[in-house]
C-alpha cells in the first residue's frame, strides 16, 4: 500500500501521460465520512482484455516496455481498495481513454492520510509533455480548481525550481482556504 | 488567509525573478530528473524531489531544468535522479533520499564532483530507445 492517498493520484496520473493523453481530469474530494479521487484521460485507453488483466500484479501491458513485464500501480491501488471496505472502478475504451476511480472510507483506521498535494501537483506539472492537467479539488466547505496551462501562462516554465516552488505555495495556500 | 490568486503568483514570480537577479531564465545548461514511476513513488522520489526543488532556490541556482518521469528500469535502486550537466557525463544516480537529493545540487551541480556509490550503470535495457 502506497503511504498516502497522493502517491495513487500521482501514480495513476503517470499513467495517463505515459497513455499518450493530452488532456487529464483529476477530480479529488476529501469530507468527514468519506475521501474519493477520480483521473480520467484521453490517451490511448486499454482493449478488453488488457482492461482485465490490468489490475493483475503479475500483469503489465505489452510493449510498455519490451523485455519487462512490471507495474503495481493499479495492483496496489486495487488491493488497497479490497482491503479498506472501499470502491475502485476502472473504465478504458481503446483510443478513447481511461477512467479510474476511488473510494476510501475516511474513517477507517487504515486509510491513508491525503498527503502532499502541493508536491504531489506541482510535480506532474513537470512531466514533459504538451498535455493538459486539469484539478478540481473539493471538501464539504469549498473548492478549487487549476490547470497547467493557468499556471504556466502565470509562471512560464513550470520546470524551473522557483515555479515549482510557487506553484506548491499556490496549491498550499489554496487548501488552507478548504480546512478554515 | 486571502486565496492566492493567479495574479498574485504572477507578482510573486516577477519578485522573486529580481530578487534572484536572474540575468537569462532562458539559458539552461543543467536537468535534474526524478524517476516518479510506481516504483519511485513508493520508495519516497516526492521527498527527493521536494528536497532538491527547495535546495536549488536556496542556493539561487537558476540554470538547471527539474523533471519528473517514469520508471527508468532501476526499480531495486529506487529513488533514481538522472542528471544531465553541461561538460560533465549523463549520470543516473540511485537510492537517492532527500539529503542525497541536496547533496546533488551542492555536489554534482555546483561543484561539477560525482556522489560516489550512487552511480547506476545506465538505465535498464528496455528503456533506452
Known amino acids: ?180 | 488567509m486571502a486565496k492566492l490568486t493567479l495574479d498574485d503568483l504572477r507578482k510573486l514570480r516577477d519578485e522573486k525573478q529580481r530578487a534572484m537577479n536572474m540575468r537569462d531564465p532562458e539559458n539552461k545548461t543543467a536537468q535534474i530528473i526524478v524517476g516518479m514511476g510506481t516504483c519511485g513513488i513508493a520508495a519516497g522520489a516526492k521527498e527527493t524531489f521536494n528536497a532538491i526543488i527547495d535546495e536549488l532556490n536556496a542556493q539561487g541556482i537558476t540554470n538547471v531544468l527539474v523533471r519528473q518521469t517514469g520508471c527508468m528500469g532501476l526499480c531495486h535502486s529506487e529513488p533514481t535522479v538522472e542528471v544531465i550537466a553541461e561538460g560533465m557525463p549523463p549520470i543516473i544516480y540511485g537510492q537517492i533520499d532527500a539529503e542525497l537529493g541536496r547533496a546533488i545540487v551542492n555536489r554534482h551541480i555546483i561543484n561539477g564532483k560525482l556522489i560516489d556509490n550512487h552511480i547506476c550503470d545506465k538505465p535498464a535495457m528496455d528503456i533506452i530507445r
Open chain 1, 1 to 180: 500500500m502506497h503511504a498516502a492517498l497522493c502517491d495513487y493520484i500521482a501514480d495513476l496520473a503517470q499513467n495517463a501521460i505515459e497513455a499518450d493523453a493530452t488532456h487529464i481530469r483529476l477530480e479529488i474530494f476529501t469530507g468527514p465520512d468519506e475521501v474519493r479521487a477520480s483521473v480520467a484521460d484521453n490517451g490511448k485507453g486499454m482493449s478488453r482484455e488488457t482492461l482485465a488483466a490490468a489490475t493483475d500484479p503479475f500483469f503489465s501491458e505489452p510493449g510498455k516496455h519490451d523485455h519487462r513485464r512490471t507495474g503495481l500501480g493499479l495492483a496496489l491501488l486495487r488491493q488497497a481498495a479490497d482491503a479498506l471496505n472501499g470502491d475502485f472502478t476502472l473504465e478504458s475504451r481503446p483510443s478513447e481513454g481511461t477512467t479510474v476511480c476511488f473510494r476510501f472510507d475516511a474513517a477507517h483506521t487504515d486509510t491513508p492520510p491525503l498527503g502532499d498535494l502541493a508536491g504531489t501537483i506541482a510535480g506532474l506539472l513537470t512531466f514533459p509533455g504538451r498535455f493538459e492537467l486539469e484539478m478540481e479539488r473539493a471538501t464539504p466547505h469549498d473548492r478549487y480548481r487549476l490547470t497547467r496551462s493557468e499556471l504556466g501562462d502565470a509562471l512560464g516554465s513550470l520546470e524551473e525550481s522557483v515555479n515549482i516552488a510557487l506553484v506548491r505555495e499556490y496549491i498550499n495556500a489554496q487548501e488552507e482556504n478548504l480546512i478554515l
